[in-house]
């Protein structure tokens, strides 16, 4: 096994294991998108994922760069836009505080 760094991820077994939670937080933005295609309600989980990968890639910024183009960016987007102008008058504690993401 090779050793890098004192950094906790600096040596070989660890290297991947960031790669294991962007993967995860994919998975999850892709099913909370998908969710949000026909979704009524006025709650989602697809922010909580995005802020997730967002504060992972502040520590892993490269690896972030590689992960992130298996999302579709654009469609998540827009499903997300869609869903809110479905169902943002139903967040009675948010009306008017929030508009659509651009």
Partial sequence: MKIYSTAPEGNQMADLVPARYFNL???QIQEAEEWLRTAEEAYQPLLVH???FVYLRKKYHEMAGRRVAKLNRGQI??????WFE???KKIPAFQGRYKRVR
């Fill in 86 to 88: 479905r169902c943002g």
């Fill in 25 to 27: 937080e994919i998975k």
């Fill in 77 to 82: 987007k827009d499903t997300f836009n869609s």
């Fill in 50 to 52: 995005v802020d997730i």
